[in-house]
């Protein structure tokens, strides 16, 4: 079939540009539409089909590309400000060591000059482990009543994912079905019969799972 080109005499820049930086995108297409060359025209749909393969190959995979590097170097940014802080944080404990070095070599001159003080010392350490002791009691009891919120959350949204894969599964069919009832219409033209193509529809079976799982939930007091 041979089409008549009304633009490219007006869009040479641009024709050479195509072909510097796409390829010869224009002479393959003219080679694979050529019934004239039945194996030249199949070896330039086979190339077509190629670079499409490789193209949807790049546009599926370049997101997650892209964020494993952009991943990479944020690690790599937060690895080397933990690195300084963690130093930062030496120098800061170092002088706090020597300052307490120096503060034990007081109280002990303390003691020795006076032992009376050594009764008063305990009464107040005493005073002080106590109330140590209570406020870790209290933050033992914080802890758990955070984990066990933590883990009611945690719970609540594995129940949820997985009542909701029926209905994601659901969607993902729904495409398929279309593409395929597009893809029947272009082949088949006039002839299409598109009822015969079988959509499948999960949503009756997923009633069940959801009510199970909600039973699950609420005996595991996930659901209060």
Do not use: W
């Not at 195509?18 to 050529?34: H, I, P, R, T, V």
């Not at 993902?172 to 079988?198: C, F, M, W």
């Amino acid at each position: 079939m041979k089409f008549k080109n009304h633009v490219a005499q007006h869009g040479k820049t641009l024709s050479r540009k195509l072909s510097q930086n796409y390829g010869d995108m224009f002479g393959l297409m003219e080679q694979a539409l050529d019934t004239s060359n039945p194996e030249a025209q199949l070896q330039a749909c086979q190339q077509l089909g190629q670079m499409n393969l490789e193209a949807q190959t790049y546009n599926d995979l370049a997101p997650q590309l892209k964020a494993a590097i952009l991943n990479q170097i944020t690690a790599t940014t937060q690895y080397n400000l933990d690195q300084a802080e963690i130093l930062k944080a030496a120098g800061k404990g170092s002088t706090q060591i020597e300052k307490a070095q120096s503060s034990i070599k007081l109280a002990n001159s303390q003691y020795l000059h006076s032992r009376s003080e050594n009764a008063i010392d305990f009464h107040h350490a005493k005073l002080l482990e106590h109330q140590r002791h209570n406020l870790e009691m209290s933050y033992i009891k914080l802890q758990g009543m955070i984990k066990q919120s933590m883990q009611n959350v945690d719970g609540q949204a594995k129940l949820i994912n997985t009542v909701n894969q029926v209905s994601i599964k659901q969607i993902q069919e729904d495409r398929n079905y279309q593409k395929a009832v597009v893809s029947h219409l272009l082949t088949n033209g006039d002839q299409s019969r598109p009822e015969y193509i079988i959509k499948k529809d999960y949503t009756p079976a997923s009633r069940g799972v959801i009510g199970f799982l909600q039973s699950i939930g609420e005996r595991l007091g996930l659901f209060v």
